[in-house]
C-alpha cells in the first residue's frame, strides 16, 4: 500500500493563479479531509469528507473547493491563489472516525 | 464548534525526564482524543489515543489521562529521549457524528536535551 499520496511536493504560485492539489489513497477509506498548517496554528480543517460524493466545510473553507467522486481520490482547488494561502497542506484519510493517516504534505508559496 | 487548547506551547527536559503536555476542550460531547506527533518536515503521526469511556491508556512510556469532568486530557512521555523531540498535538473529535471533524490544538514543541 502506498498509503496517503500527495502532489506536488512544493508549488509556487502568483496571486490570482489557480491550482489543485491532489491527494490519492488506496486504504479504501471513506473519510478524507484536507488541512492546512501554519506555524503557531496548528493544524486547521479545511474541508472534508465522509465517502464519494459527499463533502462539508472544516474551519477555513474560503478560498478552497473540494469534490469527492470517487472514495480514492479528494482533490482541493485554489480558486484565486492569495499570499495568505501560503502553508503547508496535508490531507488525510481515515477508515470511519478513527486514526488519520496523513500524507507527506504540500508546501505552497503564494507571491 | 469544539475548541481546543494547548499547553505549553513549548517544553524543554532533560534526557530521562518526564514530560507533560496538557489539553482542554470545550464541546462536552467530545469522545475521541487522539495525539499526534510531528518530526520536524514530516506528517503528523497517531501515538496514542483514548476514548472517554476509559480515563487512561498507556503505550510503553507514553500515557495519556483523561478528565471528562474537567474536560482536560494530558499526554505523559517518561524517560524522554533525544528522539521524543518533535511537536506533540491534541485533538479531539464527536466520534459518532456524521460531523467527524478532528479539532487540533496549536501544538506543543518538545525538545529533549542529552
Known amino acids: 500500500n502506498a498509503g496517503v499520496t500527495q502532489t506536488p511536493k512544493f508549488q509556487v504560485l502568483k496571486t490570482g493563479q489557480s491550482m489543485t492539489l491532489q491527494c490519492a489513497q488506496d486504504m479504501n477509506h471513506e473519510y478524507m479531509s484536507w488541512y492546512r498548517q501554519d506555524p503557531g496554528m496548528g493544524l486547521r480543517l479545511i474541508h472534508y469528507s465522509v465517502g464519494a460524493g459527499i463533502t462539508d466545510q472544516g474551519e477555513v473553507p474560503n478560498g478552497y473547493n473540494v469534490s469527492r467522486s470517487t472514495t480514492e481520490d479528494f482533490p482541493l482547488r485554489l480558486l484565486s491563489a492569495a499570499p495568505s494561502q501560503t502553508s503547508v497542506y496535508f490531507c488525510?484519510?481515515?477508515?470511519?472516525?478513527?486514526?488519520?493517516?496523513f500524507g507527506p504534505g504540500t508546501r505552497l508559496t503564494v507571491l | 464548534g469544539e475548541n481546543v487548547e494547548q499547553h505549553p506551547s513549548t517544553l524543554s527536559v532533560q534526557e530521562g525526564d518526564s514530560a507533560v503536555i496538557k489539553c482542554t476542550y470545550s464541546d462536552s460531547a467530545s469522545n475521541y482524543f487522539p495525539w499526534y506527533k510531528q518530526e520536524l518536515g514530516k506528517r503528523p503521526q497517531l501515538i496514542i489515543d483514548i476514548r472517554s469511556n476509559v480515563g487512561e491508556k498507556k503505550d510503553q512510556r507514553i500515557a495519556v489521562t483523561l478528565n471528562k469532568t474537567a474536560k482536560h486530557f494530558s499526554l505523559h512521555i517518561t524517560e524522554t529521549q533525544p528522539e521524543d523531540s518533535a511537536v506533540y498535538f491534541c485533538a479531539a473529535m464527536r466520534r459518532g457524528s456524521t460531523l467527524g471533524r478532528l479539532y487540533f490544538g496549536r501544538g506543543t514543541q518538545l525538545t529533549v536535551w542529552p
Open positions: 488525510a484519510s481515515s477508515y470511519g472516525l478513527d486514526e488519520q493517516f
